[in-house]
């Protein structure tokens, strides 16, 4: 990235973002070893697989279709055109491994692991937090990751990680092929 006050980065390769979902998804795993039920229990649904994931999936489509509106709101657009170079160069087969390692990752460690333990409030905070970008002009990202976190947050409630995971992984696969798309052209 160039100074704090630019708010344009430079294209980042979409394997540096996946190794850094891998370190979260490892803090992830280890963290849940270490519960008394063990790792699949933190990460099973409470009912059926079906059901969590097709709920995930509808609240990951009404997410991005609220982001959709929000897109011409200054802040948005701000963000936009920043995320926007941070993809460019990337191939649909890279937009989609980030949305799927990041909603995974991110998914095991703020809701299966810390959730629990915390509360829906200070995981939905926690999950705003690790969006923060240090400069003023992208201060909406770390405010729609909080409202993200809360929505997340109860659909974890609900369906357990696989919806959570579900609804992370497609309101973030349908940003970045949008995206990803504005910033190519194609």
């Known amino acids: 990235m160039g100074e704090l006050g630019d708010a344009t980065p430079r294209s980042i390769p979409a394997v ?11 803090i992830a795993l ?21 059901t969590a994931v097709a709920g ?3 609240v990951g489509v009404g997410s991005f279709a609220v982001l959709w509106v929000l ?51 200070p995981a939905a905070l926690l999950f705003a937090a690790l969006h923060f ?8 990202w770390p405010i729609l990751a909080l409202v993200l976190g809360l929505a997340i947050g109860w659909v974890f409630e609900l369906g357990g990680y696989p919806a959570a995971a579900a609804a992370h992984i497609t309101v973030n696969a349908l940003s970045l092929l949008r995206l990803r798309t504005s910033a190519t052209g194609s």
Do not use: C, K
């Open 16 to 26: 540096v973002i996946i190794h850094q979902e891998g370190v979260i998804g490892l």
């Open 30 to 50: 280890i963290g849940l070893s270490l519960r008394s039920d063990g790792v699949l229990a933190g990460l099973a649904p409470p009912a059926s697989l079906v």
């Open 56 to 58: 995930g999936v509808a």
């Open 133 to 140: 970008i240090p400069d003023r002009r992208l201060w909406f």
């Open 71 to 121: 897109r011409g709101q200054r802040a948005a657009a701000d963000l936009e055109s920043w995320q926007r170079h941070m993809v460019q160069g990337w191939s649909i087969t890279d937009a989609v491994a980030v949305a799927l390692f990041s909603g995974l990752a991110e998914e095991a460690l703020v809701r299966a692991l810390l959730q629990p333990l915390l509360g829906l409030w």
